[in-house]
């Protein structure tokens, strides 16, 4: 009787942890979800050991896209939202571009500030950032390492598209695309879309070849642009690789807001001793608000 009893308790043991991380994994997919700052391309907003909580359901939430626990990849969807990124917003996304020289880790996640929403103009001039012709206005914390900007006059071959004159200080003007927009293509932009059709139709057989776009060897000289696109801009300007280099974040690769500073620890002290990891802590950044 008492084995009997035993086993019970140790089956009912089993099932509050089964339940358990069964709540826990459908509140870290669906709802929220906490993110470490791994670099300082956000400084002086966030800093290297800032670690975050992200709101996945406001943007509408995407069902995993890999088994837990394992990187075998299953069908991915979103889930209905409650408002779209808007400007200034700092949104967690996935790298949206397989094999690209800034990204070393094609499944971790990135967080930048939201700068150009769908539909809109946005230009870069002398560093600043125009949206429909109009001076937004910077970011508390924003840094430049640079003391000067980089000439207009001087292109930067790393520039996104890498057939453009631009370069990071000075910038467009170009279109955020989005959903439904029907583009026409022309030797000007034809660089700058060629990665969205090739991430949208998800086809190897997406080529670009003298400055024309092929499918399936067939050229094609319109394309509808099936769902919304994002620019995004680290806060750290001058040690950012962000939308100037690679392109806009697809709206299906979005995957939160992130809200508050919940744990913050100085990185570049060395934990030897408990001395020395309180000493990393800073209290000051713990539980604020973004």
Known sequence: MKKKSFLNSILRFVKIIIVAVAIALVF??????????????????????????VNKFIYGARTPNRIPFSEIEIPSFKLPYISKPELNDLIVFEFPYENHEYVYDYHQNYIKRCIGIPGSKLEIVNRSIFINDTLITNPENLLFTKQ???????PNPKIYPNDS?????????????????????????????????KYELKDDSVEINNHKIFVNG????????????????GDN??????????GFVPDDKILGQAFMIYWSVDETIENESFMDFFRGI??????KFL
Not at 28 to 53: H, Q
Not at 184 to 192: D, I, P, Q, W
Not at 237 to 246: G, I, L, Q, V
Not at 282 to 287: A, P
């Open 148 to 154: 000067k900007s980089r000439p207009r006059s001087i």
């Open 282 to 287: 800073r209290w000051s950044r713990m539980m």
């Open 237 to 246: 300007r001058d040690e950012s690789a962000d939308s100037r280099f690679w």
């Open 218 to 233: 067939n050229e094609i000289s319109t394309y509808i642009i099936k769902q919304d696109y994002y620019f995004v801009l």
């Open 28 to 53: 870290k997919a669906f709802i929220i979800e906490a993110f470490r700052i791994p670099t300082k391309s956000m400084e002086n907003t966030l800093l290297p050991g800032d670690y975050l909580l």
């Open 165 to 197: 004159k631009w370069n990071e200080d000075y910038y467009g003007p170009i279109i955020i695309p989005s959903e439904g927009d029907t583009v026409t293509f022309s030797k000007k932009n034809v660089g700058l879309y060629f990665p969205i059709i």
